[in-house]
């Protein structure tokens, strides 16, 4: 467990952001946030792609204010299975060794993205025999003892994404799930249990505090019930936290109002007995007037407030950023602001500078409960 106070991490990033904007930035003195995150029994984390170690800028901000990354893309069933024959494991090889070379723990992403959209297009095709569903179930159990035994250092596995529809409440439409049915989040949570028994097993997904999010926390929250019904070694909820700028003259009581929502979802959640963990933290400032130093600040806002509620249970864990630095979001693609100007989702400027959303995380880590991993 890491000491307060100036470290070689933080001082490399101090003296690093110093170095690429010409001031200081994360000054040498400031706790970093897997030291803060430390401080309360719980990691920090961030996703990362592998073109972004290239970086020099990237590696130092990541071993100095991260004590855990996740791949961004390199361990999905898109990125690690080309054809229903060949593996392609080197970016996914290349960030764990990097995490391993800095004494960084890893994330899992994803043994199975129960979504039609991010399942591979020859999947999608694959004919399963006359046998479909031993062939069904053959193909998912070695892909997952494949992943799973070929990196027995990850800590905390997203072992299903997403299968929730965030419309209905129910399950994905997929190949699996045609021939399987639910069987198929219960056969991965199983075989990933088997092949990784020390690694917490998590189900990751995107509901959160929005209204229009409802019917995705109610289908997210059966799923788990039932999980529990069934006896699905599920330990805990990712919840990514995507979270958006909310524009409109009262954002101000529209924030308390999910703030309300929020935590009576995470009660739920948390009474049957799951851990938390937020595993995709920005927030999009798509709807944010255009001014910089204004969006910044109403970033930080709703990131602190997001924050504060789900930390305020000693039930949440880890907390990891989904990217550290503005301009390499995902967000810059997916959702580009209307007068075309750059998003600013992320902790982290452009030029490695820290913003308000950086003091608003650490802030919130500092504020945070002890974490208590599986103490109900
Ligand atoms: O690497 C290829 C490149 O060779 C090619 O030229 C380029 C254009 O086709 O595509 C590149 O791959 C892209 C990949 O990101 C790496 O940048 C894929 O097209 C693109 O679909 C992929 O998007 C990722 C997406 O998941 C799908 O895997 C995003 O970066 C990533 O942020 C996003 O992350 C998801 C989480 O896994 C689950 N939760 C939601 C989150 C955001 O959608």
Redesign the pocket.
């Known amino acids: 467990m890491r000491k307060f106070g100036p470290t070689r991490r933080a001082v490399v990033a101090g003296m690093l952001a110093a170095g690429a904007t010409g001031q200081a930035a994360v000054g040498s003195g400031t706790p970093s946030l897997q030291a803060l995150a430390a401080a309360k029994g719980r990691r920090f984390g961030a996703?990362v792609?592998a073109a972004d170690l290239s970086d020099p800028r990237m590696r130092a901000l990541l071993s100095a204010e991260c004590d855990m990354l996740v791949c961004?893309?390199e361990m999905?069933w898109?990125h690690l299975r080309p054809n229903a024959r060949d593996w392609r494991f080197g970016d996914a090889d290349r960030i764990a060794a990097f995490a391993g070379r800095h004494g960084l723990g890893l994330r899992g992403?994803?043994l199975l993205?129960h979504h039609p959209d991010?399942t591979p297009e020859w999947l999608h095709r694959h004919d399963f025999g006359r046998r479909p569903i031993a062939a069904a179930e053959t193909m998912l159990t070695d892909h997952i003892r494949m992943v799973a035994a070929r990196y027995p250092q990850v800590a905390s596995w997203d072992v299903v994404?997403?299968a929730v529809h965030h419309e209905t409440g129910n399950l994905r439409d997929t190949p699996f799930a045609r021939i399987l049915g639910e069987r198929t989040l219960h056969i991965a949570f199983y075989t990933a249990r088997a092949t990784a028994p020390g690694a917490q097993l998590v189900y990751?997904d995107?509901m959160n505090w929005g209204d229009h999010q409802e019917a995705h926390r109610r289908g997210v929250l059966r799923l788990l019930e039932r999980f529990r019904r069934d006896s699905v070694p599920c330990d805990a909820l990712g919840i990514?936290s995507?979270l958006k700028v909310l524009g409109g003259p009262n954002a101000g009581g529209e924030l308390a109002r999910r703030v309300k929502v929020w935590r009576a979802f995470l009660k739920e959640v948390t009474d049957l007995g799951y851990d938390l963990l937020v595993t995709?933290f920005d927030v999009s400032d798509e709807a944010a007037p255009g001014e910089p130093a204004v969006r910044d600040q109403l970033v930080a806002e709703v990131g602190r407030a997001f924050l504060d509620e789900t930390l305020s249970t000693r039930r949440a864990g880890d907390v990891l950023a989904?990217?550290m630095v503005d301009p390499l979001s995902?967000l810059q693609g997916?959702t580009p602001r209307p007068d075309g100007l750059p998003q600013r989702p992320t902790l982290f400027d452009g030029d490695y500078r820290p913003k308000p959303l950086r003091a608003a995380v650490a802030a919130a880590l500092a504020q945070a409960a002890r974490y208590h991993r599986g103490v109900k």
Do not use: M
């Open positions: 996703a792609s961004q893309t999905k898109r992403h994803t993205w991010y994404n997403e990751n995107y990514q995507h995709e989904w990217g995902w997916f």
